[in-house]
């Protein structure tokens, strides 16, 4: 396990409105904003998602799913972490949603999100950190996945 505590900094309530692509907005108020790391929660709908998954079976379970499935017309619950990513100077999120779809008797989708279009809005709070510096650098020995980290990696 590794912990530490966290600065708090600004809190904004952000609303992302019909169309828009949920990443492309985020981004933008964080690079508006000044935010480099945080959380954030939200709620809303999307007309479509891409969500980490698959409809084949896996094979081998214990390493992680790069693949990824869509789904349409989705009242989403969501849930994040925020990281500045140094070499694309920009903020890296990993969220998570559950998500209702709608046409299909609100039968449920929970996952990674890896984009999604707003319907109708997005009511997103976010929550920034301020220090420790948080970064999610790859971890080679562990399938590449990006790992949160607190304080300088180099």
Do not use: N
Request: with cysteine; aromatic share 8%.
């Amino acid at each position: 396990m590794r912990a530490t505590e966290i600065t708090v900094g600004r809190t904004f309530a952000v609303v992302f409105e019909h169309g828009e692509d949920f990443y492309e907005s985020l981004d933008r108020f964080c690079r508006e904003a000044g935010v480099r790391a945080g959380h954030l929660t939200f709620i809303g709908g999307f007309s479509h998602a891409r969500l980490v998954g698959t409809c084949e079976p896996l094979e081998h379970p214990e390493r992680p799913l790069w693949k990824e499935v869509e789904v349409e017309t989705l009242e989403v619950l969501g849930s994040g972490t925020l990281a500045w990513d140094p070499d694309q100077e920009r903020v890296a999120p990993h969220i998570h949603i559950s998500a209702g779809l709608k046409a299909d008797s609100a039968d449920g989708r929970t996952s990674h999100l890896q984009g999604g279009t707003v319907q109708f809005l997005a009511e997103v709070v976010i929550e920034e950190w301020t220090a420790p510096e948080v970064t999610r650098p790859r971890d080679p020995g562990l399938y590449d996945v990006p790992m949160l980290t607190f304080g300088r990696t180099d």
